[in-house]
């Protein structure tokens, strides 16, 4: 070989190897950049678990016991027949008072139906739905809940003091309304006690006190309004 051709040859081997060196750290980049972007993702899938848990957070925190399951699992069918009795005011009710009332009672306890709902579900407790409830249960034949409370959910009206509610109107229909509705609630503020004293959940026991407190001035009201009807 020449010295001309070794000449021209030195250069051309240079640019080469600089073209490797380049392509080199082009490939290098883009695997920093892949490895990168992966890591992201990582990190992405797993903080998804973190934020699903925040959204079903546990609606009634803390310790619980037999005592607030019990409450909860009995309260939820009074609310439900107290709703009940609330929704047959429309066109049957005369007094304003008594409407104004029923609606207060449904607005109420239909969202506390599904807070303890959720509470039992977070506890692992099973539903209510063992028991029946009064006045809805027509093939039920004479289970009356009526009678004190001995299935825990004291204050319950019969199917036949349902029936007798939905056969009136007018002022005897508002007569018949508060007289049942005062030994439901005194009923339901008698669980709210039990709990009070027996429960160890601070959620359930709250909401014992709201009904407490609630439902004796709701008492007071009706016993107000049978005075002058």
Do not use: Y
């Amino acid at each position: 070989m020449s010295s001309v051709q070794r000449a021209v040859r030195r250069p051309l081997n240079r640019r080469l190897a600089a073209v490797g060196v380049l392509a080199s750290g082009v490939l290098l980049l883009a695997a920093c950049g892949s490895n990168e972007g992966t890591s992201g993702t990582d990190h992405g899938s797993t903080s998804a678990p973190s934020a699903a848990k925040k959204s079903g957070a546990n609606p009634a925190p803390g310790a619980s016991n037999d005592a607030d399951v019990t409450f909860a699992q009995s309260m939820i069918p009074h609310h439900q027949q107290a709703v009940e009795m609330a929704k047959l005011a429309d066109g049957r009710a005369s007094d304003r008072e008594i409407k104004t009332l029923a609606a207060a009672i449904e607005k109420a306890q239909g969202p506390e139906i599904t807070t303890m709902r959720g509470w039992l579900k977070a506890w692992g407790a099973p539903a209510s739905s063992a028991h029946s409830m009064p006045g809805m249960d027509h093939g039920s034949g004479g289970m009356d809940h009526g009678s004190g409370g001995k299935d825990g959910m004291s204050g319950m009206m019969s199917a036949k003091d349902m029936t007798d509610l939905k056969a009136a109107k007018g002022t005897g229909f508002d007569r018949k309304f508060a007289q049942m509705m005062i030994g439901h609630h005194n009923g339901a503020i008698t669980m709210a006690k039990d709990e009070q004293r027996n429960g160890r959940n601070a959620t359930a026991k709250k909401l014992a006190g709201d009904v407490i407190k609630n439902q004796t001035a709701e008492v007071a009201k009706m016993n107000k309004i049978l005075d002058r009807l």
